[in-house]
Structures are given as C-alpha cells and as structure tokens.
C-alpha cells in the first residue's frame, strides 16, 4: 500500500502517466483475432501509410480502425502539438470485452449456444 497523504500519492501516480497520444474504443463489436488482423497489418507504419492501408481493406474492423487512427491524430495535434507528417503506429493492440450470449434453436428441442465477441481497440502513435 502506498504511504503518505492522498495527495502525494496522487501526484506520484500522475507523474508516471504515459502522454503518448493514442485513442481507445471500448466495447467493438469485432472479435479480437478479426481485429488483429487488421492492426497488425498498420503496427509501426506512419501515419499516412496506415490511413492508406485500413481505407482500402475490406474488412469490418479496418473502418473501426480507421476512425481510431483519425482521432489519435487529432489528439496528437491538438493535446500533444505534434507534427502530423511525423507520426507513426508506435502500438496498437486489441482487449478481450464481454461476450454475448445467444440461443440458436437446433433440431429435436436442442439449443446451440452463439457467442457474440466484443473487444477493446487501443492505438498509441507517437513521433518519429
């Protein structure tokens, strides 16, 4: 346990604070392979390369992604100061969220179980 007053122990924890520009979205309604997929293919590209890539990828999680590269860079530039032609992908990785539950009726009164994955989309940029 941490010793001293509150606000001491407030001011160390927020002195060890990470002020990477990034963007998270909570809650995606894409597995997490699916969306790995996708991050895998924009981990340490620069900025533009990586808008480039997830405009013309055809899967789902690519237009979630997309919109999460837009945000960190708008953080970046308006929070951080940063340059945008410096930026690149310096993380990004996907969380296991909650799962769904579903009933799929099956023959002769059995029922099948459909799990509806979500997951927790995290991209971190930073300068080069």
């Known amino acids: 346990m941490a010793k001293g007053h509150r606000s001491q122990v407030k001011r160390e924890r927020?002195?060890?604070?990470?002020?990477?520009?990034s963007a998270t979205l909570s809650?995606?309604?894409?597995?997490?392979?699916?969306?790995?997929?996708?991050?895998?293919?924009?981990r340490?590209?620069?900025l533009q390369t990586a808008l480039g890539i997830?405009?013309?990828?055809?899967?789902?999680?690519?237009?979630l992604v997309k919109k999460l590269?837009?945000?960190?860079?708008?953080?970046?530039?308006?929070?951080?100061g940063m340059d945008p032609a410096k930026l690149y992908?310096?993380?990004?990785?996907?969380n296991q969220g909650p799962t769904m539950k579903r009933v799929r009726p099956r023959?002769?009164?059995?029922?099948?179980?459909?799990e509806k994955r979500m997951s927790h989309i995290t991209v971190v940029l930073n300068e080069r």
């Open 14 to 21: 927020n002195a060890n604070k990470d002020t990477r520009p």
């Open 27 to 42: 809650y995606a309604r894409v597995s997490v392979q699916k969306a790995c997929f996708v991050l895998d293919a924009i």
């Open 44 to 46: 340490g590209k620069d």
């Open 54 to 63: 997830v405009t013309y990828n055809p899967r789902y999680a690519s237009s």
């Open 69 to 80: 590269l837009e945000s960190a860079a708008a953080n970046a530039e308006n929070n951080n």
């Open 89 to 94: 992908v310096e993380e990004c990785y996907a």
């Open 107 to 114: 023959a002769q009164g059995r029922a099948y179980r459909i």
